[in-house]
T-cell receptor, first 111, second 113 residues
């Protein structure tokens, strides 16, 4: 069966520090992968999507970047975090049923 | 572009039926999906409608009317554990190998005894 792993679950980072969030998928090959951010009490905003290794598209200009070094690995990064980067970050893949399967999420607080 | 509207909050009694509506405006449409998200958790996929009509999965049903750009999620025999936020999402046109999905802002359902 297909599973998606995301870590860490929570993170508190100071302003100006770097960030690296990792997401891996098991049980499927060449998945479409996505990074979403959800502000408190809000909907989901698409940050990046990837249709294959090394292929990254950004939906909104921001302080973040993404990479896909392996078929089933998707990484979200920042060189210097801003306060506005705080939020709930979710990795997802298209599960072929018409919907997404989301990872468990990382709650990032930038202080 | 794509935009979706759904009520921000709904309150319903345990054991009752509740309907959460979603209207959308989109330049291309392939389907409407629904997600459930409990506080502090990640969204989980509930249903997907590509064609008009009602899809039933246990206590949950989802309806789509493409001509009206409208859909709803119907929850029957409400249980306290159904208290959560529910998001509709539109799957739109392809661009760069990716089929754009836009999420609504969510409806917070509170089930009361």
């Amino acid at each position: 069966s297909q599973t998606i792993h995301q870590w860490p679950a929570t993170l508190v980072q100071p302003v100006g520090s770097p960030l690296s969030l990792e997401c891996t998928v098991e049980g499927t090959s060449n998945p479409n992968l996505y990074w979403y951010r959800q502000a408190a009490g809000r909907g989901l905003q698409l940050l990046f999507y990837s249709v294959g290794i090394g292929q990254i598209s950004s939906e909104v200009p921001q302080n973040l970047s993404a990479s896909r070094p392996q078929d089933r690995q998707f990484i979200l990064s920042s060189k210097k975090l801003l306060l506005s980067d705080s939020g709930f970050y979710l990795c997802a893949w298209s599960s072929g049923t018409g919907g997404y399967t989301f990872g468990s999420g990382t709650r990032l607080t930038v202080v | 572009g794509q935009s979706l509207e759904q009520p921000s909050e709904v309150t319903a009694v345990e054991g009752a039926i509740v309907q959460i509506n979603c209207t959308y405006q989109t330049s291309g449409f392939y389907g409407l999906s629904w997600y459930q998200q409990h506080d502090g958790g990640a969204p989980t996929f509930l249903s997907y409608n590509a064609l008009d009509g009602l899809e039933e999965t246990g206590r949950f049903s989802s309806f789509l009317s493409r001509s009206d750009s409208y859909g709803y999620l119907l929850l029957q025999e409400l249980q306290m554990k159904d208290s959560a936020s529910y998001f509709c999402a539109v799957r739109g046109t392809y661009s760069g190998g990716y089929q754009k999905v836009t999420f609504g802002t969510g409806t917070k359902l509170q089930v009361i005894p």
